[in-house]
């Protein structure tokens, strides 16, 4: 068993504790579900799964074993975190490199929370003259929402609580617990 599996009681990070929220069972029946969803919606297609790094790479790793058709795969870095607070920017550190040009594009992220990555980076996909675009998220805080993105399947909707698991860090660590585990206290 992981050490740090999702039946911990508690994950020590840093100078943080963090409990259970969801759990590994949990997270794998609900990319089923998502990956399932997706091969309905662009199965034959051949769409571009764009995962954004760091935080979406389990994720997208998982949901891409799930679309039982063809695809491609490709990464882009943006950040606009700093510990467990938001800069505000976003910075494109790593970019796309393909033409997107009539291309169905499906971009995977592992949180919205306010909103602000998805939004600038939807805004710049819309530029390359897709032929269309779908969002999907690991999770969603909708109460911290502060930027109206469409976001077309949700794995989980969470309260506006700061996590870690399944590819999502605290200062770097917790990217390899299998679940999603929440900070205790507040």
């Known amino acids: 068993m992981h050490p740090y599996s ?3 009681e508690h994950v ?6 963090f409990l259970p929220l969801f759990s590994e069972k949990q997270i794998r029946d609900r990319t089923s579900e998502i990956g ?11 769409p571009v799964f764009i995962s954004i790094l760091s ?3 389990v994720f997208a790793a998982d949901l891409i074993r799930h679309f039982p058709d063809a695809c491609e795969v490709n990464f882009v870095k943006l950040s606009s975190y700093r510990g467990e607070q ?3 920017e976003v910075q494109t550190i790593m970019g796309l490199t393909h033409d997107l040009t009539g291309r169905h594009l499906i971009v995977v992220e592992d949180i919205v929370d306010t909103g602000r990555t998805l939004h600038y980076f939807l805004g710049q996909l819309q530029q390359q003259n897709p032929a269309s675009i779908c969002a999907v998220s690991l999770l969603r805080k909708p109460d911290a929402a502060q930027f109206d ?3 077309d399947h949700v794995g989980f909707e969470i309260s506006d609580r700061f996590v870690v698991g399944y ?5 770097g660590l917790g990217r390899n617990l299998p679940g999603v585990f929440v900070k205790a206290g507040v």
């Open 36 to 46: 399932l969803a997706l091969h309905r919606q662009y199965g034959g297609k051949t």
């Open 149 to 151: 993105v469409p976001i």
């Open 167 to 171: 590819g999502l860090d605290y200062d």
């Open 12 to 17: 020590n990070l840093h100078d943080q504790i």
């Open 6 to 8: 999702s039946q911990t």
């Open 55 to 57: 935080g979406a790479f």
């Open 86 to 88: 938001s800069t505000g």
